[in-house]
């Protein structure tokens, strides 16, 4: 199993008042799965997403990342995890806008300590992948908005991770572009990569393969199609 | 499309967590932000830039006017000690003494207030022509001073009185003439009470000294003595003052010296101040760099980088700021200093510690000042990071 999460709960505090963000969830999602991850805004989704991608820890339970108990971990325990077995895609892409297509792809090769010669190599391979060879060196601001996506999913890949994260990844595209997107995820599913994607929109949704809804930091329904 | 292959599924995590990011990643990172904020970066820059620069001008100030104190000091008699602008005997061109601190009516106050002191008399002195009734004497010296003088430097009144504490205070122009003068102008009459024209201007005798007789074949007579203060009206006060004194009672006069050596020193805290400020506009720049950057360190953390990766790269842009910053207020301060040398009669001297002290300076500042907010940068969540608008 490649994520098992079991009795999870995540409590924040808000001033005096404890605000309960998930209750009780337990979850086991298996290697090459495509889950989508539904709710509307509150349910809970971008927590567990932040957990899944172990930019936060549950309050209460266990999180086992390929047997790993994840809850346990201090900040460069998960800087680690984040680095080797978590690549992020986010709506509004977060590219450093300073540097080019090409340096943001790079980066996470230089966090996870990969040798300076091998690094070309791996970037202009996955910039292949992506269908942006051409584009490498433009700072994301020469980009269209489904090119920057493009980009951003290069950086997810780069460092070849278990989970690929996506959270609403065609957010700030339009309808065409996002179809666009959403082929390029299943073109990662279809070659074997884990792919957990947070959306509200059902059609985004149902390019997945199951779909995890939350309400009220609970969830509500799990269906594989 | 879709040739990306999950390369070996279950590599585990990386081991050896220990390593560090290659260094020449996060210089060339913290370079690349710097060059993209030229503005910013200039303007961080310029705090220390004036820090280190007003450091080392003001340094080379100090030493100017501190080197000048060591060599003015002679014995005059045995147990008198003289401070003045320059010695008694010049060797070479008197370029030499030009940088020298300026001696003042202040310092010779300041000397006095010394407890190891016993009497201090100030005097200041010029020539000019000495007239009286169609009889001249040319180049004469004129002596500004006090009632002091009279002991310290051993004149014996013949006739008359010597310059009193009135005659300073009231800035009278009263007169007290050596032998030759009196001699010269008056060869027949009694000098006392008449008038005699010094420079031009009018004064009354108050007093005949007895002859010293000569040394080195001149006179030591051929001289007049006013009040200090009147000297400094009539021909300006920016004249270097030589201050001679005595120790006090059972005082050795080595320590005597030794205190007025400190006296003559000038504060060293307005550069403190210097630095004080210009590191706190490099923790401040800093601090506003990371709370405008907070979403990239969100970024920069989500995709991998641990809390060292952030903190030395937030580091390594103090350090490179205060360290260009730095080059270019010592080179600034230098040129200050030699320029102030060049045109005001100030007295200048760039030296070796006042260039390393600046550069230390700019050093620890970026590294001292650029500690707190470089881990606030490392600590920040990414979660509360990512979120950050």
Redesign the interface.
Known sequence: MLIELRDMFKTYEVGTQQVHALRDISLSIEENEYVAIMGPSGSGKSTLMNIVGCLDTPTEGSYLLKGTEVAALDDDELAEIRSAEIGFVFQTFNLLPRMTAFQNVELPLIYGRAARHTRAERVWETMDAVGLRERAHHRPNELSGGQRQRVAIARALINRPSIILADEPTGNLDSVTGEEIMQVFRGLSDAGNTIILVTHEQYIAEHATRIVKLLDGRIASDTTT | ??????????????Q??A?A??F??TLLSSI??LR?HKMRSLLTMLGIVIGTGSLVSVMSLIAGLNSSVSAQFQSVGTDIISVSRYPWVQMGNSDAYKDRKHITLEDAAAVGRLRSVGMVAANIHTRRHIAHDGRVMKYTLVSGSTAEYEIIDNYLVEEGRFITDLDVERRRQSVVIGADVAGELFPVRDPLGKEVRVGGRRFTVVGILKSKGDIFGESLDDLVIIPITTFQKAYGSRRSVVIDCSPAEGVPIERTMDDIRQVMRTMTGIVGLALLVGGIGVMNVMLVSVAERT??I????????????ITSQFLIESIILTGIGGAMGIAGGAGVALLVKAVTPLPAEVTVAAVALAAAFAVVTGVAFGVYPAHRAGRLR??EA?RYE
Request: net charge positive; charged share 35%.
């Open positions: 499309m879709g040739t990306l292959e999950r390369a070996s599924p279950g590599t585990g995590f990386r050896g967590s390593k990011m290659e020449r990643e690349r932000t993209s979403r990239e969100g970024v920069r953390k989500a995709i991998g980088a641990r809390r060292g990766d990414p979660i990512l």
